[in-house]
């Protein structure tokens, strides 16, 4: 089944955050109440019946974690248990199959195997995505969850989430926009949440920002994340981080804050008000995607008030040291101290 291992004509180190074929994905269906096998295929597509559930009532969850080659030539798996633990919590939150822990990893290593010659080398700054996803296929109109499930994963290789990579970039604050309600799905990875984002989303893009930065939906008063992204900031030798019901529990996240305090530095997981915009010294969004990605501006577009977080346009010298030991590690060039990695053969 293994394709020849050429490197594919891609221009490695200039990889857009895009979609890409590669040679096979894996999946497996949950039916009569249990998983199936992992099946390996090469087409691109889904048969899917009309009356699916997914497709009416967004019975769709999904994952995104990251696969890289080391200078070493070995293939780095990061924090593979935290992504199948999410999407179990994901499933259960609405209602759907949980896929087991063992066959998530199962089938992450497989695909990621099979599709080697599309990890970009060590050195591109580029790395695997690996986009898993679950949705309710069986046939029904009632408002109930599915019988039957599809898990998928395919994976794609990719460069910088933003254009811009890690230079310093503006994000915007809609009022009249939520992502997710205060006992909603903000805290699983729903696809319906990204659909509610969509139109801020656009009318960011429009604007230059590069993402919109959510307040909490309550009451307007804390930061909660940004469309694709956790977001922190630090300040007075602090890393701190919004602590919400609404917002996903992101991994990077979750990484960086141990990063941080292996660097000496303490860690607030708490309510931020926005006005505390004024005192940061860094502020960054942070996910799989966005790594840890600097934040210049926040712009409240409905009150006109700009935060003008890195007065000089460059990145925050925390946030810099962050990024890079978080890469270093990802990439095996510093130790994985904390057993995040995965390596596979
Ligand atoms: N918040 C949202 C809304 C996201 O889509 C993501 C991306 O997965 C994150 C945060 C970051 O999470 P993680 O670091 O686990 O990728
Ligand atoms: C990720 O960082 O993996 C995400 O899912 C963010 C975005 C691409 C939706």
């Given amino acids: 089944m293994e394709k020849n291992n050429e490197n594919n004509g891609l221009d490695w180190s200039n990889l857009s955050f895009g979609y890409m074929k590669t040679d096979f994905n894996v999946r497996c269906a949950y039916k009569d109440g249990k998983w199936g096998e992992v099946e390996v295929s090469e087409s691109e597509y889904i048969n899917l019946h009309m009356a699916a559930t997914c497709l009416h009532y967004g019975q769709e969850i999904f994952e995104g974690l990251k696969a890289f080659k080391g200078k070493d030539g070995k293939i780095r798996i990061f924090r593979l248990e935290e992504n199948a633990k999410r999407i179990r919590r994901s499933a259960e939150g609405i209602k759907m199959a949980p896929l087991p822990e063992e066959k998530f990893r199962e089938m992450v290593e497989k695909v ?81 949440n990204y659909a509610a984002s969509l139109a801020a989303g656009e009318l960011a893009r429009q604007g230059g920002y590069s993402a919109v930065l959510y307040l909490d939906p309550k009451e307007k008063k804390y930061i909660d994340e940004c469309g694709p992204a956790n977001f922190f900031a630090i300040k007075d030798g602090k890393y701190i981080t919004p602590k919400s019901g609404s917002i996903l529990p992101s991994i990077t996240n979750m990484s960086l804050q141990q990063i ?86």
């Fill in 260 to 345: 941080a305090k292996d660097m000496g530095l303490e860690v607030e997981c708490r309510p931020v008000p926005l006005e505390e915009l004024d005192t940061v010294e860094e502020a960054a969004e942070c996910g799989t995607a966005a790594v840890a990605a600097p934040i210049s501006e926040v712009h409240d577009i409905d009150t006109g008030k700009k935060y003008v977080i890195a007065k000089d346009g460059q990145p925050g010298l925390v946030t810099t040291q962050l990024y890079n030991h978080l890469r270093a590690i990802q990439l095996g060039d510093e130790p994985d101290v904390h057993n995040w990695v995965s390596i596979i053969d």
């Fill in 112 to 192: 990621v195997k099979l599709n080697e010659r599309f990890i970009p080398p060590y050195g591109s700054g580029s790395s695997l995505y690996i986009r898993p996803l679950e949705i309710g296929i069986s046939a029904q109109v009632g408002v109930k969850p599915a019988s039957e499930y599809l898990f998928l994963i395919f994976v794609t290789p990719v460069g910088p989430y933003f254009k811009e990579g890690f230079k310093p970039t503006k994000v915007a604050i809609y009022r009249e926009f939520d992502r997710a309600a205060p006992c909603g799905t903000g805290r699983w990875k729903v696809g319906g």
